[in-house]
C-alpha cells in the first residue's frame, strides 16, 4: 500500500514550496468567485489571445451549471489552470444529482497546456453534442465513438500537456480522453466512481484513454506520454452489448470499430503516420470492474507503431470482468492487436509489477483471470514471408498470487487467432523473465479435472522463460502450452508443490517441444498429477520432433554440448504413469535435425536428468506400443473367469514383446472383445456373436507399478445364437494411449475352437 499512501500524501499534504506557475509575458486571471469559471470556460472560451494563467481560489467550490455538454477552449496559446495555494481547487458540475453526463471540458491546440491542483466532481458530458466526434469519426477512421460517449477533460491536439496533482471523482463517462497527445506528462493522478450505463447496456467510457489516431493534422514527430503516480479505483464499465473478447475474431474486416474500454485504464492505437510511446510508473488499480477489461485495456488496431512500457504497476485488488460465459479473460490487463500489419515490433513490457489478487466474499466467487494477449488476424492472411515476423511482449520481475479463474489461464491467457486454425505460423513470442507464481487457483471445483492451466499459451510462436523463477503450489498445470514452441533459456527454474490434472509444471500438446539452452537449471520439487506426469506432460501424436531439443544446434555430439544443462525431479508423483515425465515423445524422434534411437536417447537423458523418487511409477514413461503375451489353454465355460497376466510397454521395435532391457512397464487402458476370423479382404475380423466379455471387464487398466496387471475376464454365452463353425476365435484388445486419442492393437492373442459338442456350453482356448 506504499503507493496508494504516497498518492495521499502527495495530494493533500504538499510541500511548502509550490511548483512555479510563472509563464513569462502571461496575463494572469484570479477566479475568486463560484461561478467565474463558468464564466471564463464555458461562454468565453474565444477570449485567450495570449499566454494565459488561471488562479482558482481553493476557499470556494466552482460550480459549473452551464448546458453546454463540452466547454471548449481552443486556442493556440499556452494556458495554466492551478489552485492558488498548496491546497485543491474544487471544481462542482452542477447537474449530476439526475444520474446524466453534464458539462465537460474540451482543450484544444494548446501550444502548452498545464493543469495543478484541481478536484473535477460530478462532471461528464456528452461528446455527441461537440465538435470532437465530428472530427474523429470521419469517413476513414479506423474506429468512431458512440453517440452516448461522454468525458470529464478532453485535450485534442496539445503540443504539451502537464497534469500534476488532478482528482476526477463521482464522474461520467471517460475521466481523461487525450487524443494524440504529443508530449504528455501526468504526475499524481486520482480517478475514482465513475458511472456506467449499466442499466441500459450502453457504453459511455470510463477511466482514463489515450487515443492515437491519423485522422487529426499532426506532424510525424514521436508522441511521447509519461504517466507518474496515480490512483485508479471503483470504477465501472458495464456493456451488456458486449461479447468476450476472444469474439473478436469475428469483427468484419476493413470496417470501423467501436471503441472499447476498460474500466480504469485503455491505450488505443490507430495510427500508421507517426510512432507513439506510453510510459507507466507506479499506478494502483483497485476494485475496477469492466467488460472487455476492468482494469486496463491496451488495443492496437491495424497498426504496430505504438509501444507501451508498464513499470511497478499493482494489478490486484479484485480487478474482475462481470462476465461468465467467456473462455478467456484479462480482468487486470487486457492486450490486443487486431489486423496489424507484418513487422517486427515490441509493442508491449511489463516490469515490477504484482497481480496480486486479495480475496472476499464478494470478489472471490468469480475470479477472471489477470492477463489476456489475443493477436488476431485477418480472413486470408498468408504473408509471404512469415518467418521475419515478430510480435516480443515481455514480462519481468513480475508476481503473480492468488489469481483465479473458472475456465484456464488464471494467471495468463495468449493466444494467436486465426480464421483457420490449422494456419501453419504464428508471430506472438513471449517472454518470461524473473517470474514468481503462487497460489494461483480455478474457482470451479471442477478445474483441476479439466486440465486446466496457469498460464496457458496456444498458437504462438514461442514461450522464452528465462532468469530465476519460482512457481509454487498453484492449482491447475503452470503451463499450459499447445502449438507454441518453448525456449528454456539460461538461469533458474523452480516448481514446488503445484498440483494438476496432468503435468503440473508443463503440459505440453500439439507440436509443442522444449528448446534447453546451456545454462539451465531446472528443478521439480513435490509436484503431483492426477493422472499422467507428476511433473511434465508432452504428447504430440503428430510430431516426430522429440519433447526435449538443444536450442542451439550442436556441431558436436548432443551429450558434450549439454553437460551445462540440468532438470532435477524430487519426490513428484502420479496416480497413473510417469511419476515425473509423461511424454509421447522420448525413445524414438528428431532432435538437432537427426532420427535418434531409443538407446542414444537413454543416455541423453541419464546426462541431463536426475531423479529421486519414492513412487513406485516409471520416472519417465510414455504410450506403449506392445503387451507381453500370455498363454491360456483351460477349457472355457459360460460364466467363468478368466485369469491372464498381462502388462504394457515401449519398444523401439513394436510388436516383439516386452523386453526387460529398457526396464519401463507402461500404463494402458485395455478394451477387450471377442472376434472371429473371415477371409475376406477388407473384413477380417467379427464380432463374435455368441459369446462376449461381461460389460464389468470390457474396460480394464495395465499398471506400470508391477511386472504384470492381473487381468480377470468373466465370458458370457448366449444360447439362442449358433456358433460360428470353422473359425479362430481371437481376443482383441485396444490400448487407450491417451485421452480421446488411442490405438488398436492386435496382440495376437488367438482362441482356436476345438472339436466340443454345443450342447455342453463350453469352448477350449488356446492363447498363442
Known amino acids: 500500500m506504499s503507493l496508494f499512501l504516497h498518492f495521499f500524501f502527495a495530494v493533500f499534504v504538499f510541500v511548502s514550496s509550490p511548483r512555479a506557475l510563472a509563464i513569462p509575458q502571461a496575463k494572469v486571471i484570479n477566479i475568486t468567485k463560484s461561478n467565474e469559471l463558468e464564466q471564463f470556460l464555458c461562454n468565453n472560451s474565444n477570449s485567450i489571445s495570449q499566454d494565459t ?78 465538435s ?78 489515450f487515443f492515437f489516431t491519423d485522422e487529426l493534422p ?8 509519461t504517466v507518474r503516480y496515480a490512483a485508479i479505483f471503483f470504477n465501472i464499465e458495464y456493456i ?54 476492468g ?21 490486484g485488488h479484485e480487478n474482475v470482468i462481470d462476465e461468465e460465459k467467456c473462455q478467456a479473460y484479462g480482468s487486470r490487463l487486457a492486450f490486443v492487436m487486431m489486423n496489424v500489419p507484418p513487422s517486427h515490433i515490441s509493442p508491449l513490457l511489463v516490469e515490477n509489477s504484482y497481480f496480486i489478487a486479495k480475496k472476499n466474499d464478494f470478489f472471490d466467487s468469480r475470479g477472471s483471470g489477470s492477463v489476456f494477449i489475443g493477436i488476431y488476424w485477418p480472413i486470408n492472411f498468408q504473408p509471404t514471408n512469415f518467418s521475419s515476423m515478430n510480435i516480443s511482449v515481455a514480462f519481468r520481475n513480475v508476481v503473480f498470487h492468488g489469481n483465479s479463474i473458472r475456465t484456464t489461464g488464471a494467471c495468463l491467457y495468449a493466444r494467436e487467432y486465426f480464421y483457420d486454425d490449422r494456419a501453419p505460423f504464428g508471430a506472438l513470442s513471449i517472454l518470461l523473465e524473473n517470474i514468481t507464481a503462487h497460489d494461483n487457483s480455478h474457482t470451479s471445483i471442477l478445474g483441476i479435472n479439466s486440465g486446466v492451466g496457469i498460464f496457458s499459451i496456444f498458437n504462438a510462436k514461442e514461450l522464452n522463460i ?9 492449482y491447475g498445470s503452470v503451463f499450459e502450452v499447445a502449438k507454441t514452441r518453448i525456449n528454456l533459456l539460461a538461469g533458474s527454474l523452480n516448481f514446488r508443490n503445484n498440483k494438476g490434472e496432468k503435468g503440473p509444471a508443463f503440459k505440453l500438446t500439439d507440436s509443442s517441444h522444449f528448446y534447453l539452452a546451456n545454462g539451465l537449471n531446472a528443478t521439480f520439487i513435490n509436484n503431483s498429477a492426477l493422472t499422467k506426469g507428476g511433473a511434465i506432460f508432452a504428447y504430440n501424436e503428430l510430431s516426430e520432433t522429440c519433447t526435449f531439443n538443444p536450442l542451439q544446434r550442436q556441431e558436436a555430439t548432443m551429450l558434450t554440448n549439454w553437460s551445462s544443462i540440468s532438470l532435477t525431479f524430487i519426490n513428484n508423483n502420479a496416480h497413473e504413469s510417469g511419476s515425473s515425465i509423461f511424454s509421447s515423445n522420448l525413445y524414438k524422434c528428431y532432435t538437432d535435425g537427426e532420427s535418434k534411437d531409443a538407446s542414444y536417447l537413454l543416455s541423453l537423458y541419464n546426462k541431463i536428468f536426475r531423479f529421486e523418487s519414492k513412487s513406485h511409477l516409471n520416472n519417465m514413461s510414455t504410450p506403449p506400443n506392445s503387451v507381453v503375451k500370455p498363454t491360456y489353454d483351460k477349457p472355457v465355460y459360460p460364466g467363468q473367469i478368466m485369469t491372464l497376466n498381462l502388462s504394457a510397454c515401449y519398444v523401439s521395435k513394436p510388436y516383439k514383446g516386452c523386453p526387460m532391457s529398457l526396464g519401463l512397464r507402461q500404463y494402458a487402458v485395455a478394451t477387450f472383445t471377442l472376434n472371429y476370423h473371415v477371409t475376406r479382404k477388407y473384413d477380417r475380423h467379427r464380432l463374435l456373436p455368441s459369446w462376449h466379455i461381461a460389460p464389468n471387464d470390457v474396460n480394464q487398466a495395465l499398471m506400470e507399478s508391477t511386472s504384470h496387471t492381473i487381468v480377470q475376464l468373466r465370458l458370457l454365452k448366449k444360447n439362442d445364437v449358433p456358433e460360428p463353425f470353422n473359425s479362430a476365435v481371437q481376443l482383441f484388445v485396444m490400448s487407450t494411449i491417451h485421452g480421446s486419442f488411442s490405438t488398436h492393437s492386435d496382440l495376437s492373442l488367438i482362441l482356436h475352437k476345438g472339436n466340443v459338442s454345443v450342447l455342453s456350453y463350453y469352448i477350449s482356448l488356446n492363447f498363442t
Open 240 to 293: 451488456l452489448g458486449v461479447g468476450c473478447l476472444g469474439d473478436l475474431r469475428n469483427t468484419p474486416p476493413r470496417k470501423p470499430f467501436p471503441v472499447i474500454n476498460a474500466a480504469g485504464f485503455t491505450i488505443l492505437y490507430t495510427q500508421h503516420n507517426f510512432e507513439s510511446k506510453v510510459y507507466i510508473q507506479d499506478l494502483i488499480f483497485i476494485q475496477n470492474i469492466g467488460t472487455m477489461s
Open 466 to 474: 528465462a532468469g530465476v523463477n519460482h512457481f509454487n503450489d498453484n
Open 132 to 209: 470532437i466526434t465530428g472530427i474523429i469519426n470521419s469517413t476513414n477512421s479506423s474506429v468512431y465513438f458512440s453517440h452516448t460517449h461522454s468525458a470529464v477533460l478532453v485535450f485534442l491536439c496539445n503540443k504539451r500537456l502537464v497534469l500534476d496533482y488532478i482528482i476526477i471523482a463521482k464522474y461520467y463517462g471517460f475521466a481523461i480522453l487525450a487524443i494524440n497527445p504529443m508530449d504528455a506528462t501526468i504526475n499524481d493522478l486520482f480517478v475514482s466512481s465513475s458511472s456506467s450505463a449499466s442499466s441500459t447496456g450502453i457504453s459511455i467510457g470510463s477511466g482514463v484513454m
Open 295 to 315: 482494469a486496463m485495456l491496451i488495443f492496437h488496431y491495424g497498426t504496430s507503431r505504438g509501444k507501451t512500457t508498464l513499470n511497478h504497476i499493482d494489478f
Open 53 to 130: 494563467i488561471v488562479v482558482l481560489s481553493t476557499n470556494i467550490t466552482h460550480y459549473i451549471s452551464s448546458d453546454v455538454s463540452i466547454c471548449s477552449i481552443n486556442t493556440t496559446y499556452s494556458l495554466n489552470l492551478a489552485g492558488n495555494t498548496t491546497r485543491m481547487a474544487t471544481i462542482h458540475c452542477n447537474g449530476s444529482e439526475n444520474g446524466q453526463p453534464n458539462t465537460g471540458f474540451a482543450f484544444i491546440n494548446t501550444h502548452s497546456l498545464t493543469l495543478r491542483r484541481i478536484l473535477f466532481e460530478g462532471c461528464g458530458g456528452y461528446l455527441r453534442n461537440s
Open 218 to 225: 499532426t506532424n510525424d514527430c514521436l508522441h511521447n506520454v
